[in-house]
């Protein structure tokens, strides 16, 4: 019975997988009705989505409980109730977890600074549960003692990342008596009962074929093996206390909360009955999510307690069909990740596919979205020369690049309306650098006039929109990888540089220059050879450290950059 299971769970994973990819949340307003009698039945026609009625906020999300795109509506006008699962916290979270919680943060800013909503964010740590009991005891240390640990030190992973902290982080030890409240509740309103081994479980029959709102489970039979479920679909609410682990008081006996009890009271302590959205990895659909879905219903009596949910797509390494995972030990670690690659970098692989598409990892997908921000850093700092006036070009066609810009933004906004479309964000963003740089081509004299406000304003906007994402072009330790002390050596190291360089070129033109030419670019003396040689030596040999120099005839510019290959 057991592999029945995981094998049609597979299968509408597989369904739920195939518009979409990976994780966080969102929230919207909620009807509130009752619930028919909890000994009905209820039919197919009862799972229908209740459309709902509020703000419509103009974007469009893929929603896995009507597995279509739909109008995203809030409760509230320009107020999003966001409700995301947080990490277990009993060891170091991995890449695969930063993939989602960065994904989430992308759409979240999105809404926020794009489309002014104010989301409401608040995410559940889990610091205890049977995988944190299980590791204490390996490492003989308090439960938590090690949830707290892990707690600080995924906090501090999603600082480095960039990822906004929610309004509230809520822990599930500091919440115990409202979760005791919240499974009465549901026992009374006939939904649960108490096993003779002090074991709570959620009576699934109660609600008939509301069972299965996200994952259609028709009539599979549930996972085997505890002895005290009347059905194998059952689900634990509270579980009663074993020697040696932690346990608090209730009314059927010393235990502790089951694992999807934890996630319903907490959103409803905050959020009441009504739900705008709920977010989390595609993994979570079911049985986690579906699990919160039911007994939400249960204990509100309503017929729809989430309008949204969102879901991400997995992490894969590249070749692999497993996601990156603890339980199969093929993950990498945030720090370690961090150590060869930026937040930045990091940030652009999340956009460049769709935040419910699998994503593949490996260095080729990283270097892609290194080379991307590479060629973004490159755009601002070219741009920033051109309106210095330390890069000549030909006669710029500024009509052109107002018309680009204007249709940049256009469209990047009616891509991220339609179901947070970072990957054609990207490409529109790209392009227009595209059209930027065909115009950024320097000569060795100018002919007309200078077009700087456009370029400032092109610039201004990619600051602002890869600022919208999260990606801080403006970060000198992410641009640059230096301090403001390096800065200012490498400034003086350049400028002296090019005080050389102007000595070494500052010969006399030709005598008789060809007709019809421009100035010749004259020879330089013999004597001065060496020095145009040494200043070239010193441009090769800074590239590899990251120290990029460029010379515009006379004058020079730089940069600081990482190094384009991964560190081994």
């Not at 419509?56 to 699962?85: D, F, H």
């Not at 800013?109 to 740590?125: A, D, E, K, Q, W």
């Not at 309008?307 to 990498?332: D, P, Q, R, T, W």
Request: aromatic share 8%; hydrophobic share 35%; with cysteine.
């Amino acid at each position: 019975m057991k592999m029945r299971l995981r094998l049609a769970f597979i299968t509408n994973a597989k369904l739920l997988n195939s518009g979409f990819r990976i994780r966080h949340g969102i929230h919207n307003g909620i009807t509130k009705t009752s619930l028919l009698s909890s000994c009905n039945i209820c039919s197919r026609a009862e799972r229908k989505w209740i459309k709902p009625v509020g703000y419509n906020t103009g974007v469009m999300t893929y929603n896995s409980l009507t597995k279509q795109k739909e109008p995203l509506v809030l409760a509230q006008e320009r107020i999003a109730s966001w409700y995301s699962c947080g990490p277990t916290v009993y060891d170091h979270a991995h890449l695969g977890h930063a993939c989602s919680y960065v994904r989430f943060d992308i759409l979240q800013r999105i809404l926020s600074r794009l489309f002014g909503i104010n989301v409401i964010h608040v995410m559940v740590i889990t610091d205890i549960d049977d995988k944190i009991i299980q590791r204490s005891l390996e490492q003989n240390i308090s439960p938590t003692v090690l949830a707290r640990m892990h707690e600080k030190e995924f906090k501090r992973d999603m600082q480095a990342l960039r990822v906004l902290p929610p309004a509230v982080y809520m822990r599930v030890t500091d919440n115990i008596p409202q979760i005791v409240a919240f499974i009465e509740r549901i026992i009374r309103n006939g939904h649960a009962y108490v096993t003779n081994q002090g074991n709570v479980y959620f009576n699934t029959q109660s609600i008939g074929s509301r069972y299965g709102k996200l994952v259609n489970l028709g009539g599979i039979v549930g996972e085997q093996g505890v002895q005290d479920k009347r059905d194998p679909r059952d689900f634990a609410l509270w579980k009663a206390s074993k020697p040696h682990e932690p346990h608090w008081v209730s009314s059927w006996g010393q235990g502790r909360p089951g694992w999807h009890i934890e996630c319903s009271t907490i959103a409803s302590s905050v959020f009441g009955s009504q739900l705008d959205i709920h977010s989390g990895g595609i993994d979570l659909a079911f049985p986690h999510h579906e699990n919160e879905i039911a007994q939400s219903e249960a204990y509100h009596q309503c017929e729809q307690w989430g309008n949204y949910f969102l879901h991400s797509g997995h992490l894969h390494l590249k070749g692999s069909v497993e996601k990156m995972s603890k339980s199969l030990k093929n993950y990498i670690t945030i720090k370690d990740f961090l150590s060869s690659y930026t937040t930045n970098e990091f940030r652009l692989f999340c956009l460049l596919t769709k935040y419910r598409s699998a994503i593949d990892y490996s260095d080729a997908s990283m270097n892609e979205a290194r080379s991307t921000l590479s060629t973004i850093s490159a755009f601002c700092h070219n741009v920033q020369a051109y309106m210095q006036g330390h890069l000549q070009c030909q006669p710029i066609e500024e009509g052109l690049l107002w018309e680009r810009l204007s249709a940049t933004q256009t469209s990047v906004g009616k891509v991220l309306a339609d179901d947070f479309d970072t990957p054609k964000a990207v490409d529109a963003i790209m392009s227009l650098i595209h059209h930027g740089n065909c115009q950024l081509q320097p000569v060795t004299k100018v002919h007309g006039p200078r077009s700087p406000v456009v370029f400032g304003a092109m610039l201004s906007y990619v600051r602002e929109i890869m600022g919208v994402f999260g990606v801080d072009l403006l970060d000198e330790k992410e641009g640059h990888d230096s301090s403001g002390v390096l800065n200012n050596v490498v400034e003086e190291l350049v400028h002296f540089r090019s005080e050389v360089r102007k000595f070494a070129l500052s010969v006399e033109a030709p005598q008789d220059p060809k007709p019809g030419s421009e100035i010749q670019r004259s020879h330089p003396q013999p004597d001065k050879i060496p020095l145009l040689k040494a200043c070239d030596a010193l441009r090769n040999n800074l590239a590899p450290l990251g120290v990029h120099i460029k010379d515009r005839s006379t004058i020079s510019t730089w940069e600081i950059t990482r190094g384009e290959t991964r560190k081994n």
